[in-house]
């Protein structure tokens, strides 16, 4: 494996990907908490979206994830305080399971996740690595709880296969890139051949598992070999967020202006989508409508303050649904 991976480099050049003051209270007061507890779900699971889901207001919270939730018919963006739901021009959030997600990736059943506990949750801290197939109200441990908080996760939309780089050694993996095609049941290592960084972003194909993006602060990288090697997509220049869509990959940059650019995985062809005034903002995550291929979601930073933008066609108008951090409603 290229030892370059094995370098703690989650906070590349001008964007934000560690860890807030509030998330390191988070882990000092849940340190008690028992990490033998080996349940699949949480017990703090209400069983309608009328019990889960309240109308929501005020600061968004460090967001590490956006995704659209077949479940809620809306999009899904993970934050230090558990999910917050846009949908039908109205901002919602979860009654329970407030949780500081991390590594939060939406595929058709749910998404996939890692983080810490909530304040209120009795669930081991940090989480390791969970599974959600009813929008959130529970959550399927598949390994590593009590041991591991994954920032760097990306999982196939149909598929289902993990990717994910694992910061400090656990019980059972080595610090290091890995991937796993039975939801976490067995993990190999990605020898990476070609990057020379740690990912900051992954991406997975949604049906063909070979297939892998990720982003770090040389570019943006493919492999069709399950993680083997690696070539560049774009290269000296600092790559964001990387999504599949089919056999397109939308891929984000920063070079003092936020760039995002789509490439036919067929022929190599790339054209870009005309963003929004992004100033000094990086886009950190973009997520595509499974049931409207000309809606776009993206969430930027300038390392301080976020904000996410929707277009419903390609990005020929926006709609900004977040405000220097706060939300914002029709």
């Known amino acids: ?59 968004t919270d460090h967001i590490h994830g956006v995704g659209y939730l077949q479940q809620e018919n809306g999009i899904a963006f993970a934050s230090h305080t558990g999910l917050k739901f846009y949908k039908d021009g109205k901002w919602m959030e979860t009654t329970g399971q407030n949780n500081d997600y991390m590594g939060f990736t939406a595929v058709d059943e749910g998404f996939y996740t890692s983080g810490h506990p909530g304040k209120d949750s009795d669930l081991p801290n940090p989480l ?20 591991s908080d994954f920032h760097t996760i990306g999982v196939g939309y149909e598929n289902h296969a993990i990717y994910l780089l ?24 990605v020898e990476a051949e070609g990057l020379n960084n740690s990912p900051f972003a992954i ?18 990288y493919l492999s069709e070999d399950a993680g083997k090697t690696f070539e560049p997509v774009k290269e000296n220049v600092q790559g964001t967020a990387v999504y599949f869509e089919g056999d397109r ?14 490439m036919n995985l067929e022929n190599r062809s790339s054209e870009t989508v005309e963003l929004p005034e992004l100033t000094n903002q990086a886009i950190l995550y973009l997520a595509k409508n499974p049931a409207n291929e000309a809606e776009i979601t993206l969430l930027a930073s300038d390392g301080e303050k976020e904000a996410a933008y929707i277009t419903k066609d390609n990005g020929e108008n926006w709609q900004q649904i977040i405000k220097q951090g706060t939300a914002v409603a029709e």
């Open 128 to 147: 390791g690595l969970k599974k959600s197939t009813d929008g959130g109200r529970s959550l399927e441990n598949l390994g590593f709880e009590g041991e």
């Open 249 to 262: 990959l939308y891929y984000a940059t920063y070079d003092g202006e936020s760039n995002l650019a789509i």
């Open 203 to 220: 991406a997975v194909h949604p049906t063909d598992e070979n297939i892998v993006a990720v982003s770090n602060e040389t570019g943006v």
């Open 1 to 59: 494996m290229n030892k370059l991976l094995l370098i703690t480099l989650l906070s590349v050049g001008v964007i934000i990907a560690g860890c807030s003051q509030n998330e390191e209270e988070t882990k000092t007061e849940d340190s008690g908490q028992s990490e033998t507890t080996k349940s699949n779900e949480s017990s703090d699971s209400p069983s309608n979206t009328s019990d889960f889901l309240q109308p929501f207001e005020g600061s």
């Open 166 to 189: 694992n910061m400090q050694p656990n019980s059972e993996l080595d610090a290091g890139f890995y991937r796993s095609f039975d939801d976490g049941t067995s993990w190999d290592a």
